[in-house]
């Protein structure tokens, strides 16, 4: 099923992870290209549904979305968006630093949650 271009599937980390290394090995790419390449597209697809949008809350987890989220993030503030990065803690060591270096230079706001998401279930 695909809403808005969006496939509704769920698939296991593993299985992403696995999925983009080869995604990048057969196209000749690395991994920080594929993420820019998903920012982008969320950005794109985000100003197409969403185009008066003027603020932006983006929220990052530890996994190669929360790269994705900091690509959305500076291209929000390229576009002038006042911007918010919320992390999960210890986001910084959990992401690989390119992806975190994608928002050097940028204003933009990062707030880290003072408890891990896991503890709120607990």
């Not at 291209?75 to 999960?88: F, K, N, P, R, S």
């Not at 060591?93 to 896991?118: D, E, F, T, W």
Request: proline fraction near 5%; charge should be neutral; aromatic fraction near 6%.
């Amino acid at each position: 099923m695909v809403t808005h271009g969006i496939p509704l599937l769920v698939y296991t980390s593993e299985q992403i992870r696995q999925g983009e290394q080869l995604l990048a090995e057969q196209n000749g790419v690395t991994l920080y290209h594929l993420m820019e390449r998903a920012g982008k597209a969320t950005f794109d697809l985000m100003m197409q549904l969403y185009p008066q949008c003027k603020k932006l809350l983006v929220c990052c987890g530890k996994g190669n979305n929360g790269g994705d989220g900091y690509v959305v993030a500076r291209l929000a503030y390229e576009q002038g968006m006042d911007i918010t990065v919320w992390e999960m803690p210890n986001i910084s060591i959990c992401l690989q630093m390119p992806a975190v270096r994608v928002l050097s230079g940028c204003n933009v706001q990062v707030k880290r949650s003072p408890i891990h998401p896991l503890q709120v279930m607990s």
